[in-house]
């Protein structure tokens, strides 16, 4: 294979793992926080039909992209609603956060099935773009792609380097310390599951806007359960979540291709195969009872009650 | 303007008996209001949705038929999870359930004996634990976790079935169809009365569900459940074994969820294809908790829920109203129960905001 098909088989590959990336990113923060979210898919799909009818309707792909991140965040405040105001179970209410994020989402977004998308175009740089080999790769690719890259270590800065991330880690670490110390859990909290549930719409829109770009029901297809085995993956660490993203994403595009080849293995195998992997990487990390043991937030999945 | 919690110093009765019934009508105020916005008369759609199905019999057959299997595998669930292990790929289990227990009729397709039917659903049982067991083992030996391996497996049994509908187990003369040779008559589970949909999975369900209600209230191992659900540490005090109980309830709850594929597979479509995963695996997590997960309860619940899923399909014709509506009737049901819960152990108070903090009032 020549070169060329090297450098769309990586840009694909970009395609493949900018939505677990973000999704993933957002989660991460919601976990730090101490708040497991198990509604990733749900805000996802939301996010992905909210910016999929946008761009219909406007005919703009970028405002579908801020309807998205719009739609994911107040998707996630239903769940912050529960979880932090009314105390209800963590694990139960994200699982019913994306079973109705499901149903809505199949629901709104009945009448786009079918339709032509309007894709987010690549941006074009003169110059940068068009040089040889690396030009498209780095400088052509479309905006959400560009946001992922930038949120990695735009979150791995604030987790660890800036004293709002400090804060947010101590309530993730130990609320009722966090509480002590006059820090407003609460409302940390609640900051945190948005910005997951932000990141989630943003995750969503790219798939129905550049990945795909057209509206299927039931399009993220686990991939917000993905990006939450992505964050034990990644032991909770922004960088080790951009690794894991896309190794996964290099796993669903090989898959493609070795169906592409015409290879005797049936469809259901290969697709079967990001799912397995799944398993796989949780097991071994598992495995590893140390990692997970010094980076998990201790209080992940605890309610709080403030005392007055 | 905000909302406050005040710990009740003792769970309140009144609300763990209301707390479902409540739920229930605070998603049909929802419902209401999300007709309204449809444009649709809301009291006639919401007549259409949960009285209507009760008007008719073939209607209330058909409720009979989706609350089996609804009731199946939310009862193995409610086991799991009062005992804190999430199975959340009953979907899987219900599925490989399915095929497992068609093995039989799929390959030896003359073969007729009064011991085929009982052989079936003992293989549905054993096809589900089977696939249970694999988040329970790795649950228990490596501390996985098992909501995230058992929802993966998901996803790969619906690849497999389908795979074997289309490929190795598809019927020859099916034109093309996905999907095996129908059963002959004595691989079918027989109908409760003459010419009627509903099939004799509906008493299974029952029976099973009464099983598992004495045996979370009534004996030590609903004791152990009950412990090691609400208090590990206590349970291991008691000299209970959690990773023991990890793999009890992901075997029994798989069981029971290959029980449901195999009763829907040999009882309502007579041959396995690819259109049997429905859903009723997730759905059967909402009939869970409505149920307050107590079996008895999940028999209420499961009714309840397809009936909506029967009037959603009626109002998909009369009112032009998405099947999908149904959905997010589920998921709202489910946030309204959840939400109701938090009344059995806290008062709700809703404050203005202090004002006086200054004067040293607060």
């Known amino acids: 294979m020549g070169v060329d098909v090297w450098i769309s088989i990586l840009i694909s590959i970009c395609a493949a793992s900018t939505p677990l990336l973000l999704a993933a990113l957002g989660e991460l923060v919601s976990e730090r926080a101490g708040v497991l979210n198990l509604g990733v898919e749900g805000m996802m799909i939301v996010g992905a039909v909210a910016g999929f009818a946008t761009a219909q309707v406007t005919g703009n792909p970028y405002m579908g992209a801020v309807i998205a991140v719009f739609a994911g965040a107040a998707f996630s405040w239903l769940f912050a609603f529960l979880t932090l105001t009314l105390v209800t179970n963590q694990v139960a209410t994200g699982l019913a956060l994306t079973i109705l994020g499901l149903g809505l989402s199949g629901m709104v977004g009945e009448s786009f099935v079918g339709q032509p998308g309007i894709r987010m175009e690549a941006i074009h740089i003169p110059v940068l773009s068009d040089l040889p080999l690396v030009g498209q790769l780095v400088f052509g690719q479309d905006l959400i792609f560009y946001i992922s890259i930038a949120l990695v270590f735009g979150v791995s800065w604030f987790l660890f380097k800036s004293r709002a991330g400090l804060t947010l880690r101590a309530v993730g670490d130990s609320h009722v310390s966090a509480h002590a110390l006059g820090i407003n859990v609460i409302k940390v909290r609640y900051l945190a599951v948005l910005f997951g549930g932000a990141c989630a719409g943003l995750a969503g829109a790219h798939l129905s806007l550049v990945y795909v770009p057209q509206w299927v029901e039931g399009m993220t297809a686990g991939r917000g359960w993905i990006a939450l085995a992505l964050v034990v993956f990644a032991s909770w660490r922004p960088v080790r979540v951009l690794v894991g993203a896309y190794l996964f994403g290099a796993v669903t595009i090989a898959q493609f291709h070795v169906q592409a080849q015409g290879v005797n293995i049936p469809a259901q195998f290969l697709t079967s195969l990001p799912y397995l992997a799944t398993i796989l990487v949780l097991v071994l990390i598992a495995r590893n009872r140390r990692l997970t043991m010094i980076n998990t937030p201790s209080a992940l999945g605890q309610s709080f009650v403030p005392d007055k | ?57 073939w209607s209330r057959e058909q409720i009979l038929v989706k609350a089996t299997p609804l009731v199946l595998i939310a009862v193995g669930l409610a086991v799991a999870f009062r005992s804190g292990n999430w199975n959340i790929g009953a979907e899987g289990q219900y599925l490989i359930g399915g095929m497992f227990g068609a093995m039989l009729p799929v390959l030896f397709n003359d073969w007729q004996s009064p011991l085929l039917l009982p052989l079936m659903m003992l293989m549905g049982m054993v096809g589900g634990a089977l696939y249970a067991f694999i988040p329970g083992i790795l649950k228990a030996r490596f501390g996985t976790n098992e909501i995230l391996t058992s929802l993966m497996l998901v996803y790969v049994a619906q690849q497999f079935v389908d795979w074997l509908v289309r490929g190795p187990w598809r019927n020859p003369q099916g034109m093309g169809f996905p999907g095996t040779k129908s059963f002959n008559s004595s691989a079918v589970l027989p109908e409760l009365w003459a010419t009627s949909d509903a099939h004799y999975g509906t008493i299974i369900a ?140 806290y008062r709700i108070r809703i404050v203005r905001p202090r004002r006086h903090i200054s004067q040293g009032v607060a």
């Open chain 2, 206 to 345: 029952i029976v099973v569900a009464v099983i598992v209600w004495f045996m979370l209230a009534r004996t030590t191992k609903g004791f152990e459940v009950a412990v090691l659900g609400q208090s590990p540490r206590a349970g291991r005090f008691a000299g209970f074994d959690a990773k023991k109980m990890t793999l009890f309830a992901f075997l029994l709850s798989g069981a029971l969820a290959g029980l449901a594929g195999i009763a829907e597979v040999s009882g309502s479509v007579e041959k396995l294809d690819d259109k049997l995963s429905l859903g009723y695996g997730f759905t059967a997590i909402i009939v869970a908790f409505l149920g307050r997960l107590n079996p008895l309860g999940i028999v209420a619940a499961a009714l309840v829920l397809a009936l909506s899923a029967i009037g959603g399909e009626a109002a998909q014709i009369t009112l032009q109203v998405s099947d999908r509506a149904a959905r997010v009737f589920q998921g709202l049901l489910l946030f309204f129960v959840l939400a109701c819960d938090t009344l059995i152990h």
């Open chain 2, 1 to 57: 303007m905000r909302i406050e919690l005040q710990k009740r110093p003792i769970a309140s009765r009144l609300f763990s008996a209301f707390s479902p019934f409540l739920a229930l009508l605070l998603t049909l105020v929802a419902g209401a209001i999300m007709f309204l916005i449809l444009g649709k008369p809301p009291i006639s759609s919401l007549y259409t949705y949960f009285v209507e199905p009760l008007t008719d019999t």
